[in-house]
Every structure is written in C-alpha cells, then in structure tokens.
C-alpha cells in the first residue's frame, strides 16, 4: 500500500512538473496551471486565481517535505533546485496571512528540520519577517491579508482558525532562529481568541481584529475555528507551554459538553450558540474529520474511535465524502471534494495510537476511491459533486503535502516517522522538537 501510494504521488506530481512547473497549482483536466495572486492593482488589491499571476510555488514548497519522507530523492533535488532559483517573496502582493504561514513557512520549517538545508530557514525566516505586519491590529489579532513588500494590511474580519493557528510556524521559527518576536506575537493572537470565549468556553466563527468583537456567534470544530483546537493541543505539546496547555483544557470540556451530539447514529460535532449552547444545526462534513486525530493525539482514544466511525459512514454512504451533510438526515448539503486530507489524517493517527488493523482497511478504501473517482491523466483532480462524481478542474497543493502524505504514512514502516517526537502542523507539515 505505502509503495502504491508513492505511486500516485509520482503521479500526481510529473502532471505538476509537466503541466504547471514553476507555477502554484496543477490543473489537472485541462492541464495547466492556476497562481494564487497577481500583482495587485487599486481597482483589484488582493486578487486571487489569475492564471499568469504571481507563483509562490505553493505546491513545491508544500509537497517537498512528502516527497523527503518517501524517500523520492530526485524528485526533491529537482524540487529544492526550483526552490533555489525562483522563490522570492519581495513581492508586492497581498497574501493571506494564514495560507501562507501553515502551507509556505510551515513546509520550509519542516523540510529545513529533515534536510539540513539553511537555505530553507533562512527563506522561511524572510517570509516570517514580511509577514509579521500582519499582527499589528489593535488587539493583537492579525489582519487577514498582508502585502509582502510593503507591510501595509487589509481585511478585518477574521476567524479563530486563522488567527489562532500560527503559534507551530512562528515559534519554530523563534525557536530556530533565536529571535522571540514570532513566538510573542502568535500567542499573543492565539490568547486573545481564546479570551474572548463566552461564558460556557466557546468561540465563535466570525471575529472583527480591530475591536475583537464577535460578528458570528455560531460555534462548531468546523471551517474557520477547527485548527484554533488543534494548535492550542499542539502548542502545549511541542513547546510545552503551560497556557496552551490549560486553554486547551479548558476548550476540550467545553466542547464535549456543548457541540459533541452523541446520538443513536453515532457521535457527531453540530453547529451551536456559542454563548447558550442551544443547537443551531447538524451538519458534518470534510473539515471536521480532523477531530478524532486530535482527540487521540490528546489521549481520547474512545471519543476519537468513535468519531471516526461517523466520518466514515459519510464517506462510504457517497462513495466519497461530501464536503458537508447533515448527519440526522444524511442529505448531503455541499456536493463537492476538495480532496481532503483530514479523514485520512484520523485514520493515520487512530492507527499509530491504537494498532488496530481496522484503519488500514479505512485506508484502503480512501486509495481505491480517490484512484477511481479523482485520478486524471496528469494528476487528480477535486469533484463537483460527489453524487456524481463530475469533476473540478483543481488540484490544491493540500494533496500532494497532506492527503497523500499521510494515506503513505499509513502503511509505512512506523519509524519514518515518530508521533511522540514529531508534531505536525496542519497543513501535515511535521516538525521536531529539537530545541
Ligand atoms: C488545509 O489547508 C489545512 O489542513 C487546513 O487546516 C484546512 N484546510 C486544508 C485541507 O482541507
């Protein structure tokens, strides 16, 4: 299984290199490439997709630490070799702060840690540089965009994902370059989220940074709050921070006591009012198939086993999984498949926690679908509609660092990598305590 894995990730990257090399995504239908931004103009100051804008090599910086774990030398060397001549981020563009530190930093963090290469730390240290404006909000929160050139900063509402996720890519970077100021300002950011919980521990999804007032008051593990979750367990573990630690406690009970929904079907994670708990709605979908990798990671293997069991039946009963349903109806309410990791990441730590051969069955069922429904002649490509399998012309840079590294994970010898050594950050990034 971990050899036909590798397989599809060469395949998946020479469509990459044929198709779209130098450029940020593949296009796999009609092989070409998409760039995240362009130069940005007054009328259009953050554009986002234009064909022909400006690379930031998205999914080379994002697959090489995968293609290091598989052990693919010369795709790597070649990979590192684009890296070398072309990545600069003295670029006037507005990017996002969030995609850019866990795909871009988080992916030179991770492949300095595995290759040595102080290449890749010093690019990773200039990008943090360039975008610590970002944290220059009245409240300590970060404007979503930043321009990489300039500092200047835009977009005021945010969420707790994106503001609250960044602490495993700064302070490594503190960590590894000495300099404390990444570390201060992303838990500064993460604190801030976490202070404004309503009185019964939940966040909401929608959050202005300039007056810290909540605009949206829906609470869930979903888009938009789910890795808020994640880096406050993660930071207590990689960086032993007795904060994280005791946000992180305090979060757990307050979600297990208000947004888990364990039901006759199974338990699920809903949609609720963050300040009385009261149920808003019941869907489930792609995104939320990370929490029982977090749950096993924080010890709750019971709670973690059983979640999975319910992303799995979401993804068996379509054959692939929607990226939302509604889990008392089972009626799908957003058809697409972006090609998502996260239920493949649960089922990888599920299986490294517990040993039970039944996730490596899950897997399998993931490879056969994602070969049958997604796989194109130069790549794979994301669906449509999962009801019919129709599919989108896109590739995100997610498969190739995350999806794909993970399902090989799965069934590769379990000392390629060591979970009580390692965390990941998540965009599958993996990074070594070894300060
Ligand atoms: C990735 O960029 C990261 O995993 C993020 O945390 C959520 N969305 C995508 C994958 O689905």
Redesign the pocket.
Known sequence: MAERVRTDFLHAWSGYQQYAWGHDELKPLTQSYRDWYSTPTRENPARVGDPGGTSLLMTPVDALDTMLLMGLKDEAKQDRELIDKQLSFDKDIYVKNFEIT??LLGGLLSSYQLSGDKRLLALADDLGTRLLPAFNSPTGMPYVFVNLKTGSVRGVESNPAEIG?LIIEFGTLSKLTGKPVYYDKAKRALVEVYNRRSPIGLVGSSITVETGKWIDTTSHIS?GI??YYEYLLKCSILFGDKDCERMWQTSIAALNKYVADDTAGGLWYAQVDMNTGKKISTHYG??DAFFPAVLALSGDLDRARRLQESSYKMWTTFGVEPEEFDYTTMKITYQGY?L???IIESTYYLYYFSGEPRYLDMGKTFADSLEKYCRTDSGFAALINVGTKEKRDAMES?FLA?TLKYLYLLYAPRSTLDLHKTVFN??AHPIERTW
């Open positions: 866990i795909r996720s888009g789910d890795s792609a995104l972006e998502r990791p996260e997610f995350e998540t965009e």
